[in-house]
């Protein structure tokens, strides 16, 4: 029960993480779309200068993005009462998956494939690309892997701190 409570708390932090973000300043999140839309975003004059200080801005998020998420995530495994590497990475990567599955499905081909809120001024004639199902896919495919590594750091970290 509480792995369902956790699930549910995750998905709604990061809903309102990432729709933040994205109603805020989608150039702020411009490496999360498809590369058709980059391109043209690139081309027009007026994120000209503001897209390679993203792309770099953007790797560095992700990367503490990932080290926040091992931190977290392995405590919420620690106090739901995990203690061995097995179970702390199976908690994990259920979580992980979870909120993977739902970013995929609701906000990803629920919301940004047809919400015309996520479109970048100058690119709303992309209607294609935007809806492309299979870009969110192969990145539903990537957290996948992604949530894999993190659940092993995780329950490393929780090894790690059970020795000391």
């Not at 994205?22 to 999140?29: A, N, Q």
């Not at 897209?51 to 995530?73: Q, W």
């Not at 495919?141 to 970290?157: E, H, M, P």
Request: proline share 4%; net charge positive.
């Amino acid at each position: 029960m509480i792995i369902l409570i956790e699930c549910v708390v995750c998905c709604a932090l990061f809903t309102i993480l990432a729709l933040r973000a994205i109603y805020k300043d989608p150039i702020s999140v411009i490496m999360s779309y498809p590369p058709a839309i980059i391109k043209r975003v690139e081309e027009l004059p007026q994120y000209k200068d503001t897209i390679k200080r993203r792309e770099k801005a953007h790797v560095c998020k992700k990367l503490i993005s990932i080290v926040v998420f091992v931190v977290a995530l392995a405590a919420f495994a620690y106090f739901s009462g995990c203690r061995t590497f097995g179970t702390v990475f199976r908690h994990v990567f259920i979580l992980f998956f979870v909120v993977n599955f739902y970013d995929f499905l609701v906000l990803d081909w629920g919301h940004f494939c047809h919400s015309k809120k996520v479109r970048i001024p100058g690119t709303e004639d992309m209607v294609k690309e935007y809806e492309d199902p299979w870009f969110h896919l192969r990145g539903a495919c990537k957290g996948i892997v992604l949530g894999g590594i993190v659940a092993l750091l995780s329950a490393g970290l929780i090894q790690l701190m059970l020795i000391f």
